[in-house]
């Protein structure tokens, strides 16, 4: 069955402070792999998408990495600001998840507290 | 450069009613593709569209629920008789090309309609 699990649930840090969100995944076929931010009330937005050739990918303080073997990745925010406080979804494509063949994370829900 | 628009934003419906949730893609795009999301859980992939044509329903309930998307204006998800479990936020996400397996397209989506079943 195609699952993407995220971990931790939910994570509060201090403003400045940097941090790591996990996302492991059992996708297969596997296409790439999407991080997106969802903001309270709004929809999703994509921070980066990584093919199977690609181990790091940064948007500006976000760095996501892939180790396709281990079937996990990693999201990084540097120097984080109150504006990151937000859900961030992992999304493995490639596994038949519905016609999109996307399998979306529960994600984890980010705070940052000045 | 409108975004996906979604509207309403909220929406309250009494047990046995009908709800409609429009979806208008962003502009250019011609394939629109619906999930709905519970609370605490991942988005769930209901059904994906393009103009006038259902590609692919597998994830839509078979009953009560129905989705279009016409040749002018927007696409349509339409919950009849609505019960206390469609309670739940709706998002509609629109991409140019298929973005699904093999396909690094992005997936642009709105920001949902909220509906609650009293």
């Known amino acids: 069955k195609n699952q993407v699990e995220q971990s931790p649930q939910s994570l509060i840090i201090l403003e400045g402070k940097n941090c790591t969100l996990q996302c492991n995944y059992t996708v297969s076929p596997f296409s790439n792999l999407r991080w997106y931010k969802q903001d309270t009330g709004r929809g999703p937005v994509s921070l980066t998408i990584m093919t199977f050739s690609e181990n790091t990918k940064s948007n500006g303080r976000y760095t996501a990495t892939l180790d396709a073997d281990t079937k996990q990745s990693s999201l990084h925010i540097t120097a984080s600001q109150l504006s990151d406080s937000a859900s961030y979804i992992c999304v493995v494509s490639g596994g038949g998840g519905g016609a999109d063949g996307l399998t979306f994370g529960k994600g984890t829900h980010l705070i940052i507290q000045p | 450069n409108a975004g996906v628009m979604q509207n309403p934003r909220h929406l309250v419906r009494r047990r046995g009613q009908e709800a409609r949730l429009r979806c208008s893609p962003m502009?250019?795009?011609?394939?629109v593709y619906w999930y709905r999301q519970l609370p605490e859980e991942g988005l769930k992939f209901m059904v994906y569209l393009q103009k006038e044509n259902i590609i692919d329903e597998s994830g839509m309930p078979k009953e009560r629920f129905s989705a279009e998307f016409p040749k002018e204006g927007p696409s349509i998800l339409r919950i009849q008789q609505v019960v206390r479990g469609d309670s739940a936020a709706y998002f509609c996400a629109s991409s140019d090309l298929r973005a699904g397996p093999g396909d690094k397209n992005i997936q642009y989506f709105g920001a949902g309609t909220r509906l609650s079943v009293l």
């Open positions: 502009k250019g795009h011609s394939h």
